[in-house]
């Protein structure tokens, strides 16, 4: 599948300066962070989950649900060009990959007809180290 262009636009350099290795592995390099280990895992703050590159926002607390996967887990993207979905065939297995609609950095994967008791029956499976949280102010 052929992608639109990004709305945000940066050179691998500029990337590699503003991210840290870790988000840079995740965000630009489509890596994974370790299950478990994301600040978001087991976040129940009310807010939305913006880019953590560019800033778009992706998600809202209210589509978030505990899948007991180790990623956060959300129902629903806050509107559906925010994240753009696409066949991702590495390692060997057939996954739908989830990608930031602004800046096309790689967000998580998600997964169809699991089971949840969800509006969607979706699981976007983020990576924490792709977001950022900007709670509602209280």
């Known amino acids: 599948m052929e992608l639109p262009p990004p709305k945000v636009t940066r050179t691998e350099a500029e990337w590699r300066a503003q991210l840290s290795p ?36 992706l998600f809202r607390s209210e589509a978030k649900f505990d899948s007991h996967c180790g990623w956060p887990s959300f129902y629903q993207p806050t509107s559906a060009d ?10 060997g297995m057939s996954r739908t990959e989830v990608l930031c609609g602004s800046c096309h950095s790689h967000l998580g994967h998600v997964f169809h007809g699991e089971g949840y008791s969800t509006p969607t029956d979706d699981r976007y499976c983020i990576n924490s180290v792709s977001l950022t949280l900007h709670p509602l102010d209280g």
């Open 82 to 91: 925010n994240v753009i979905v696409r066949t991702d065939s590495s390692h």
């Open 22 to 57: 870790a988000e840079y592995e995740v965000l630009r390099r489509a890596g994974t962070e370790r299950p478990w280990s994301g600040e978001y895992v087991e976040s129940s703050t009310a807010g939305a989950y913006h880019c953590r590159a560019c800033g778009a926002e």
